[in-house]
């Protein structure tokens, strides 16, 4: 139902150019079924949705996959975006990105880049990527980032295999000259769901690298923003996924159905609508599956009557159905809800499981696979 209040403009819209990637990492929040190269938007599609989005109020675009690389015409679609004249931020594991081509994306107003990394140690770091060499090719073309001048991020996603390391992987990002460190723990949608057993750190572990960045926050204060995504799996209050569902954010995949999130798609009987045969702007005052869940009328109890209902709206509601099978239920982490108690149970089993192989995220190259480590 629609909120009485007037609608509010998205701010970001998540471009998912492809879900082609060269690396596996066993946490990507890429649907399980992924979509084909053969079905993904055109770059003239891309430069519509990004005229419209401008238009809507949006601000900034997030040029995502899989791997955007993947796609011959990334050079293009980040410049119109640019052109519609929309901040543009390209998330990217850097495999597939020369010189060249980066040197091309400046010249043509890429404003900011996330580069991941998986852990400090190089090993590692391409276990979990599931790509070997993938670690030195990243430390190279942050260097490169930084030279031409562009703003840089470093995205850390966090489990129990490079848990140990966060003071390390901070200072990784701070000798790559970047800005700002994402210090996210792995959020349990898509094939990170999946390997949720391999994935899940101790509650001690999670607690201790929490204060390390507590600490580390004003070593670097002025030189690096530091920020932490915490696991809800040990938390006692929701976040507020996707800052409210339908509310600041729009997700276009490759093929061009546009979703509130990165995985409400596993929930069922939701109606998504495409930028193939509607405008961005009526898909996102009028899609069924945007107004499944937006504002707070659609809530049951304990949120309806919460005085957080419109701080955290609920929570997240692909997490709510992948734990409790109802998407409308109070996100589990939440300690008002009745599931709560089952989520302190799924970590508590996750982490004390003996170590498990990874199921790679759909790849292409078997020979890349390369076994998880012991803990
Ligand atoms: Fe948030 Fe609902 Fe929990 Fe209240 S009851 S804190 S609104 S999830
Ligand atoms: Fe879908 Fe949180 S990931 S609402």
Known sequence: MAPASPLPAPLGLLAELTHRCPLACPYCSNPLALEGRAD?????????????????????IHLSGGEPASRRDLVEIAAAAHEAGLYTN???????????RLERLAADGLDHVQLSIQ?????SSDRIAGYRGAHARKLAFAERV????????INAVIHRANIGRVTALVELAASLGAGRVEVAHAQYHGWALRNRNALMPTREQVYRAMDE??????RYAGRLAIDLVVPDYYANQP?????GWARRSLNVTPSGRVLPCHAAETIPGLEFWSVRDRPLAEIWARSPAFQAFRGTDW??????SCDRREIDFGGCRCQALALTGNAAATDPACALSPHHALMLELAGQGSAGSPTEYAYRGRAREDEVIPTPAH
């Open 40 to 60: 993904e938007l055109s770059t003239d599609h891309w430069a519509r949705v990004f005229r419209e989005a401008a238009e809507m109020g949006v601000l900034q």
């Open 90 to 100: 390209l998330i990217t594991s850097a495999i597939g990105l020369d010189a060249a």
């Open 119 to 123: 852990d400090v140690e190089p090993d």
């Open 146 to 153: 930084v030279g031409l001048g562009m703003a840089l991020t």
């Open 213 to 218: 960045v507590e600490q580390l926050r004003p």
């Open 239 to 243: 976040k507020p996924c996707m800052g």
């Open 299 to 304: 809530m049951p109890e304990p949120c309806r």
